[in-house]
């Protein structure tokens, strides 16, 4: 079946972030006296903050956690988003599906504000159909509202005439129950067994190596 939209995350995805993102929880958690090996903090990375702080803090309450989330925020916009940089053929590999006629949706656990930087970041504002961010949802990934809620902002489209690009295993359990499938990208840095124990169709070492395999990739297909 042709595929007539891709879901797209950003962050680890589209934009070389998570490394940067460990480091700001790591400073985050550490204003409460908490303390983790920075693979832990990676392992959790493309969950947003309702789901990422319990996993870790089990005993923080709603408003501890969204005290921390908060702190994340800010460290990372005043740290390190004004110097975030797209991976190589970020933008051509969404103009190349634009061009193709396939709805470009970006599908993140960001916040609203994170998202719009991004779509300046990647010269994307002309390419995309739709936007969803942790701004939108009850709940973030692995849940499947950030899917769910860009599903409904493509009236007319099948889950199986969708696909979702992402580079963690929260990306791709989230896309399958949407029922949504799910190709991975190695550029977040998990490995390949996670990757496909999440179920991911494909993986690719990052959208460039997407983009040149276009055609024959369950993109093109």
């Known amino acids: 079946m042709q595929i007539k939209a ?8 589209l934009v070389d972030t998570n490394d940067m993102h ?6 985050a958690f550490a204003t409460v006296g908490a303390s983790f090996d920075r693979q832990v903090i990676h392992d959790q990375i493309g969950k947003g903050t309702d789901m990422l702080v319990p996993t870790l803090l089990p005993d923080a309450d709603e408003e501890q956690q969204q005290k921390l989330g908060d702190t994340h925020g800010a460290i990372f916009k005043a740290k390190y988003l004004e110097t975030a940089k797209p991976f190589a053929q970020a933008h051509d590999l969404l103009a190349h599906a634009h061009g193709l006629g396939q709805q470009v949706v970006l599908a993140s656990s960001a916040s609203e504000a994170e998202l719009d930087h ?5 010269e994307a504002r002309d390419l995309i159909a739709a936007t969803t961010s942790s701004d939108d949802v009850e709940q973030t990934k692995p849940a499947p509202d950030i899917f769910a809620t860009a599903l409904k902002k493509l009236p007319g489209i099948d ?5 979702v690009v992402g580079d963690t295993p929260y990306d791709i359990e989230a896309a399958a129950k949407c029922g949504i499938a799910a190709i991975a990208v190695r550029s977040g840095k998990f ?3 996670q990757l496909h124990a999440a179920g991911a169709i494909a993986l690719y070492d990052d959208v460039a190596a997407l983009l040149a395999d276009y055609a024959t990739s369950p993109l093109g297909r």
């Open 22 to 27: 460990v480091l700001a929880w790591e400073e």
């Open 6 to 13: 891709i879901l797209f995350d950003i962050d680890g995805t």
């Open 159 to 163: 889950p199986a005439e969708v696909i």
């Open 118 to 122: 991004y779509i300046d970041l990647l």
């Open 191 to 193: 490995n390949d067994e």
